[in-house]
């Protein structure tokens, strides 16, 4: 039962993570548009929120939730689908978006760094090595010749520090009756309220013109806001914290990939070499766990 879990979740979280590799095609054609950053997360969130909320009917059939539960879906809002992309987006004006999902998926190790400081965890030799296959498969991705602008590089780093926390929540969330769908729709919901009153406050509000930019929105909201993170909490909360985000280091060959055949970029050798050892940290933690599954 153990190892039907493992490969459950296991399956979810690389499924979100090709998912959470289209988000940059996507915004890029959204940006075109002429709607920003800010107003990109909030469109995001509260365009996905009549589907979450039918879908939360549909299976749960009540939208309740205890009172304690609150202070910890707002933290994994805020977290999760606020800051981070906030912090990752802005760094995409100072430093390529190859580059900064570099310094963005230095999360993994940010992940297990906190599991052993502040949660006292014991982090296994196959976890740890598959970490470090992520780093170095991702270091390979960073292009020499671009220069770097330490803003961007700050933003990116950050937006990976707050994403790990929010992995964190995520793992040590323990109201069962407060899973799937309803808390997909809670943390869309947190979050539209938040950014809605950053726009407001801040006169950052922008909406497409077009009616094909109000579709590429709906796209958005629907691939990122319902499919991506719905599955990438659920897998987390099957496999945990640290497995979960060594699994989702697929996502920049999924970016890399579109890039290739929608954009013509270039595929570098030093990318494919990456791309191996980042798939084979997925195997080698796939393999391990079912290993100590069977144990």
Not at 256 to 264: I, P, R, S
């Amino acid at each position: 039962m153990k190892n039907k879990v493992l490969i459950k979740g296991s399956i979810l979280v690389i499924v979100s993570a090709f998912l959470f590799g289209c988000m940059p095609l996507i915004t890029r054609y959204i940006y075109a548009a002429g709607v920003n950053r800010e107003s990109v997360v909030l469109l995001r969130n509260l365009l996905a929120l009549p589907l979450l909320a039918l879908l939360t009917y549909r299976q749960e059939k009540s939208f309740k939730i205890p009172a304690k539960a609150i202070p910890a879906i707002v933290a994994i809002a805020l977290m999760g689908c606020c800051i981070t992309p906030l912090l990752l987006y802005g760094s995409y004006q100072h430093i390529a978006t190859g580059t900064a999902t570099v310094f963005h998926f230095v999360y993994p190790a940010v992940v297990v760094l906190i599991g052993l400081v502040f949660l006292r965890k014991r982090i296994n030799a196959g976890t740890l090595l598959a970490v470090l296959l992520c780093v170095g498969g991702l270091c390979l991705f960073y292009n020499p010749d671009q220069q770097l602008d330490w803003r961007g590089c700050a933003l990116a780093l950050a937006s990976g520090v707050t994403y790990a926390i929010y992995v964190v929540l995520l793992s040590v969330f323990r109201y069962s009756e407060v899973s799937g769908f309803r808390l997909s729709f809670y943390v869309s919901a947190v979050c539209s309220a938040a950014m809605l009153a950053v726009c407001l406050l801040t006169g950052r509000l922008t909406l497409p013109a077009r009616v094909s930019g109000w579709l590429l929105c709906v796209l958005l909201a629907l691939v990122i806001g319902v499919g991506a993170v719905v599955m990438f909490q659920r897998g987390t909360f099957l496999i945990g914290g640290e497995r979960a985000s060594v699994l989702s280091t697929v996502e920049p060959l999924t970016g890399v990939l579109m890039g290739v055949v929608a954009f013509q970029e270039q595929l570098t050798p030093a990318m494919c070499v990456g791309s191996v050892l980042v798939i084979s940290a997925c195997v080698l933690i796939t393999v391990f766990d079912k290993k100590h599954a069977a144990v």
